[in-house]
């Protein structure tokens, strides 16, 4: 049963800390989201990529996220410095692209910054 | 105004009735439209796609209503196990796979 998989589950660091989330898309898929989601905000997409590049970063604060994917099976978001409001829950999703809607998410990284 | 709105609810229910949830989109070039449902503190998960004419997947009958730019959802004969929060799900023309999520309807169905 394939499945999309992030580490850590959950994280918590001090405000200024460097977080790196990691996730490996389920194989074969060539589209991977970052989302973060908040009781606030719900669901937000932060960066996704298409067979490893990035197609839009525009909801990623650039000043201290960032996104890349340094292979198929790796897609790793990095905060520096993290701050308290950067608390949330951190989701990666792989999809086969396309006009498909289906795309299947991790368990999520639980983020909290004191 | 949000691209994607819905009611937050929560809706409680009891076990067998009859439920229905909207969601509104604002972006007239929305082109595909999804619901996902999302357990408590569990990923989301594709739930159904929304196709002009309708469609149904046994209990669950969704719509869309291009004019009025609304989906809807129905759960007929509730039951505990479909308490979740869905949430309705649009893309764009012209944003190959990018999708935008409400922020989710809380169903509680309960005996």
């Known amino acids: 049963d394939a499945r999309v998989t992030q580490t850590p589950r959950d994280k918590v660091t001090e405000m200024g800390q460097e977080v790196t989330m990691r996730c490996q898309p389920i194989l074969g898929h060539n589209t991977v989201f970052w989302y973060r989601q908040t009781m606030m905000q719900g669901l937000e997409l932060l960066a996704y990529?298409?067979?490893?590049?990035?197609?839009?970063d525009s909801g990623m604060p650039k000043d201290r996220f960032s996104a890349e994917m340094p292979d198929a099976t790796l897609a790793t978001l990095k905060i520096q410095p993290s701050e308290p409001r950067d608390s949330a829950v951190y989701f990666c999703?792989?999809?086969?692209?396309?006009?498909?809607?289906?795309?299947?998410f991790g368990p999520g990284t639980r983020l909290t910054v004191t | 105004r949000k691209e994607v709105e819905q009611d937050p609810g929560p809706f409680n229910v009891p076990e067998g009735a009859t439920v229905a949830f909207n969601c509104t989109y604002s972006?007239?070039?929305?082109?595909?439209f999804f619901w996902y449902r999302q357990d408590c503190r569990k990923e989301p998960k594709l739930l159904m796609s929304?196709?002009?004419s309708g469609n149904e997947d046994g209990r669950f009958t969704a719509q869309l209503n291009r004019a009025s730019q609304y989906i809807s959802l129905l759960i007929r004969d509730s039951k505990l196990s479909d308490s979740a929060t869905y949430l309705c799900?649009?893309?764009?023309?012209?944003?190959?796979?990018?999708?935008?999520f409400g922020t989710g309807t809380r169903l509680q169905v309960t005996l």
């Open positions: 799900v649009v893309r764009a023309t012209g944003t190959a796979s990018k999708l935008t």
């Open positions: 999703a792989s999809g086969l692209g396309g006009l498909s809607g289906e795309q299947y």
């Open positions: 972006n007239s070039a929305s082109q595909s």
């Open positions: 929304v196709y002009s």
């Open positions: 990529f298409r067979n490893r590049a990035p197609l839009d």
